[in-house]
């Protein structure tokens, strides 16, 4: 058997272009400038409150459940009702809960998080990069959750990564990743990286693509410019990891980007279509 390479966490190429939008003017970007001001305090603001209770929550009960009730119903539709932005999903009916699988996810902004916890009906974790556990009052909320960390500073705390997202899985937990490795700037979905698939296949648990469209304008990469959006979140089908080997983690790879792919097309296509249901 293949051993398990940590070293394919880190993102390589974009594989695929869409479209860049038109780049916002200075005048519209001032008259947003007070609006997001409140945003920001609001949002310090939110996080302050959430965060503690939540970290308060979480040491009176011994588990992470509470964190993640409160991550889910208060503090997610927060985040998108603060950026004036509504959420729609559709494809809820591929989610098990009684079978957790690895969902995997294209990545264009920092929303993303509260969207799939808001998307997806069961409890999540997410794979984040370890410099996100260095913050002070985030770094305390992100490891109440059960996060995993991503450290790619070398391959011995890649690997460490890589166990932990193993034994994440074997617990039945539901773990999201962003398999790109960043987010993305320009709608490109970057080729997907292999350590989590390889995971994957070492727990035999399925993969469940999703597909993200407008959580850049809501929220895009690079300052805080927050700007209303309509969000669909594509929950597809499951890929199956029964009977893998871990030399099948590049074409498994190839073939979840390939399925995140055509989910996102999908929504930027069916982007008025009636049949997607909203999320409060």
Known sequence: MDTLRSDHFPATAPVRKSPA???EGLLTALLWSPVNFVQAVSL?????TVIPVALAAQRYSGNSKPALWMARNI???MIIAGGLSRLSVTGQENVSPGRPALVVSNHKS?????ILYRALPVPLRFTAKKELDRLPLIGRFIRSLGMVFIDRSNPQRAARAV????????RGEWTVVFPEGTRSIDGVVGQF???SLAAAIAENVDILPVAIAGSGRMLSK??????????QVRIGNPISTCGLKQSDRFELAAKARDA????????????AASSVGSVG
């Open 75 to 77: 503090w997610a539709p």
């Open 222 to 231: 690079g300052g805080f410019r927050v700007r209303p959006s309509k969000i």
């Open 193 to 195: 990286a292999t350590g």
């Open 163 to 170: 166990r932990e997202l193993k034994a994440a899985l074997r």
């Open 44 to 48: 310090a603001i939110l996080c302050g």
């Open 110 to 114: 920092y929303a993303d998080v509260p």
């Open 260 to 271: 995140v792919e055509r989910l996102l097309d999908g929504a930027v296509e069916n982007s």
């Open 21 to 23: 939008g038109a780049e």
